[in-house]
């Protein structure tokens, strides 16, 4: 038998957010990415039309979702995938906490992921015993690495690997026998130079791998883009041997999309315009928030793409969490994210315009 699994971080957060809610004015909670504004309306008609789903749904996915998901890589990301080189998963979360098991690693060999990041990552390591290994450097990942995350624009740092850094990571993989897998989530929205002007690179570009696949998995989810957290839509793409591995240990575990949901990812891939005018509403909030905290003294770091602001002005991030709290806003914690982001504190801006404003304006009050 494995040993314990670590708490929840999240559960931590209770005192901090009992504390918010005494605010006069009530508790605006900034911590968790969570998306408040509506998903699109041409995704629910097609999830409504689509609720006659008598039959089991495809672990594959419907032919119609995998042309839609491998031509949105294309057309967004510049990437060229075939469609039985893409699988819909049940949100991006479970695949980050089950991809070491279905790529059947154990005890004695290791995980890889940064330094900072979303701690989903070393819970898969946790979860069949593998080492769980925090680091940005590809020179320091063991010998036995069997699987390395790359997570860019970054949770919860919001920076952004070039091609140049993707690129030299998938040699390392590749030199260690490993799998690389880059969580490209939060790809549509970049805030600052370069990247305002140019496209974030996926770690299938043709500039990091050439036309070269092998062992390298691309993930994404609509969560964020399109506002369809609660549908559970994300998908992967990559080297087509290893998305076959991977489909055949879903098909086993029952791992499928709900046949609706497959129909209101085909209707969310296919609509940019929901996409280009949700990064607007997030822009516009992040240009209320990040002054206020830079008025505060807080000095934003990263942050260049992402839903997220990553500040610090030196303190613990506890005693950050506090402070923001008996203004009656959450926040979240570094120490969730690593062992390197001590004085750190996250913000989303998954708030709506209403919330960001206020916490603004409270923020520059205290």
Request: glycine residues 8%; contains cysteine; proline residues 8%.
């Amino acid at each position: 038998m494995r040993g314990p699994l670590p708490d929840y971080p999240w559960d931590a957060m209770a005192p901090y957010a009992a504390q918010a809610a005494r605010h006069p004015e009530g508790a605006l909670n900034l911590s968790v990415g969570s998306p408040v504004d509506p998903s699109p309306a041409s995704v629910r008609e097609a999830l409504a039309n689509a609720t006659d789903a008598h039959a089991y749904p495809a672990t594959a996915g419907s032919p119609k979702l995998r042309e839609a998901i491998a031509e949105w890589f294309l057309r967004r990301r510049g990437v060229t995938v075939a469609p039985n080189a893409v699988l819909p998963t049940v949100g991006s979360k479970e695949l980050v906490a089950l991809l070491p098991f279905l790529l059947g690693i154990g005890a004695g060999e290791a995980v890889v992921f940064p330094r900072i990041a979303y701690p989903s990552y070393a819970m898969g390591a946790a979860l069949v015993g593998a080492d769980a290994i925090a680091a940005d450097d590809p020179a320091e990942w063991p010998e036995n690495t069997r699987l390395v995350w790359v997570n860019s624009p970054s949770n919860p740092d919001g920076r952004v690997l070039d091609a140049g850094r993707l690129r030299a990571a998938v040699e390392r993989a590749r030199e260690l026998g490993a799998v690389i897998a880059g969580d490209e989530c939060y790809a549509e929205f970049a805030w600052d130079a370069p990247w305002d002007e140019q496209r974030i690179p996926s770690i299938l570009d043709p500039a990091v791998v050439g036309a070269d696949h092998r062992d390298v998995l691309s993930v994404y989810s609509l969560s964020k883009q399109s506002n369809l957290a609660g549908y559970r839509a994300a998908f992967l793409a990559g080297d087509p041997e290893l998305v076959e591995r991977l489909l055949t240990v879903r098909k086993h575990a029952g791992l499928m999309l709900p046949a609706p949901v497959q129909a209101a990812m085909i209707a969310a891939l296919a609509d940019e315009a929901h996409v280009a005018e949700q990064r607007e509403l997030y822009r516009a909030r992040r240009a209320v928030l990040l002054p206020a905290l830079e008025a505060a003294g807080f000095r934003i770091e990263g942050s260049e793409a992402g839903l997220y602001l990553w500040a610090t002005r030196g303190a613990d991030a506890w005693d950050s969490v506090s402070e923001f709290a008996q203004l009656g806003i959450v926040v979240g914690p570094g120490h969730f994210y690593g062992d390197h982001s001590p004085q750190h504190v996250r913000l989303a801006l998954t708030a709506s315009d209403a919330d960001i404003a206020t916490a603004a304006r409270r923020i520059r009050g205290a």
